[in-house]
């Protein structure tokens, strides 16, 4: 789901003290940067039709941030797959809701 280098923590609830303890100098700041950039990562969210078998045959793909994805896939659900249109629906996609890698 989520990589990171082997050499450095992985669990993103460890303070910054561990963090640089671990990856000192340049590392650190590298290793910042590219936390940064797995966390702006693993905002974005995705849905599949093809991991939930329909009657249509359905293949769409819908991937963005999560309020994105719930917007179309809801959508999709109701136009497409016949779901009744009503708050339930949508808690219930936003927990299929897949972090994308
Ligand atoms: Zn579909």
Redesign the pocket.
Known sequence: MIRMRNDCPTNFSLSLTSISESCVGSDKLKFVGQLRKVMIMSDRKSID?RDYP?E?G?T?RVEGTEEEVLEVAVN?AIT??GHPDNPELREEIRGLLKPVE
């Open positions: 039709c329909s249509s359905c769409l999709h497409k797959h």
